[in-house]
C-alpha cells in the first residue's frame, strides 16, 4: 500500500515500530480530491435504459478519489506560507519525513525547533523558520514565512495554508488544493527520541554523525 511506502508523519510519529533509514522517497503533503487511473470497460445492456445508466453512475462514482495521497519531490525545498502555528505544523510533519529516512551518518540538520536536539542527526542552532538538511548532494531546506516574499529564493515547491486547508502555488502540482498533513511539536519529539534509541540499538553513534557541511 502507498502508505506503507511512504507513511506519513503522524504514523511515524505515533507508531511503535523502530525507524528504518534508507532510500529517499516523495514528501506525503496530505490528502487531495485526485482522480482516479482505474478503468472501467463495459459495454452497457442497450435494451435497457437501467443498464447505461448504472455504468455510468459507477464510472462516475469511481473517477474522484477524495483522500488520495498527494506526493511531491523535496529536491528543490519547500516553503509554507500561513499563520506561524498551521505553517509550522506542516514543515515540521515534512521535515520529520525527510530525517525518517536518512541515516544520521547520512545529513546533519540545522534548525530552531527543540525537538531537533532530541533526534540522533547531529543539530546545529539555527532559525525556527528555515531547517536545512545539509546532505552530500546538497542541501533541502523546508521554510516558513507569513507572506511569500518572505520565503527564501528558489524553493521548487511552495504551499499557502489558510484555516485547515492548503493549496500549492509553485511547483508540478501547481493549483492543487488538499488537506495538510500536520505535526505538533509534541509529536515530533515522540518520533526524534524513538529515532534516537534506534541509533542507539544499531550502533550509531551521535559523534559520528556527518558533520555540518557549512558553518
Do not use: M, N
Amino acid at each position: 500500500a502507498l502508505s506503507a511506502i511512504t507513511p506519513s508523519a503522524v504514523v511515524l510519529a505515533e507508531g511503535d515500530e523502530p525507524v528504518h533509514w534508507g532510500a529517499a522517497r516523495p514528501l506525503l503533503l496530505g490528502t487531495a480530491e485526485r482522480r482516479s487511473r482505474l478503468s472501467l470497460d463495459g459495454t452497457p445492456d442497450r435494451s435497457t435504459d437501467a443498464s447505461a445508466a448504472s455504468l455510468r453512475a459507477l464510472r462516475e462514482s469511481a473517477a474522484p478519489l477524495t483522500t488520495a495521497p498527494l506526493l511531491v519531490e523535496a529536491g528543490g525545498g519547500v516553503g509554507v506560507v500561513g499563520s506561524p502555528r498551521t505553517a509550522a505544523s506542516l514543515a515540521r510533519a515534512l521535515v520529520v519525513q525527510l530525517l525518517a529516512v536518512r541515516s544520521p551518518v547520512e545529513v546533519s540538520v540545522r534548525g530552531g525547533e527543540s525537538w531537533l536536539r532530541s533526534a540522533p542527526h547531529r543539530c546545529t542552532p539555527g532559525s525556527d523558520a528555515i531547517t536545512v538538511l545539509e546532505l552530500e548532494s546538497g542541501d533541502v531546506t523546508v521554510a516558513i514565512a507569513a507572506e511569500l516574499a518572505a520565503l527564501p529564493p528558489g524553493l521548487s515547491t511552495v504551499i499557502q495554508v489558510t484555516g485547515v486547508t492548503a493549496e500549492i502555488v509553485r511547483g508540478a502540482e501547481a493549483g492543487q488544493r488538499f488537506d495538510p498533513e500536520l505535526l505538533t511539536a509534541a509529536q515530533a519529539q515522540l518520533w526524534a527520541e524513538r529515532a534516537h534509541r534506534t541509533a542507539e540499538r544499531t550502533g550509531i553513534r551521535i559523534a559520528e554523525a556527518a558533520l555540518p557541511t557549512t558553518v
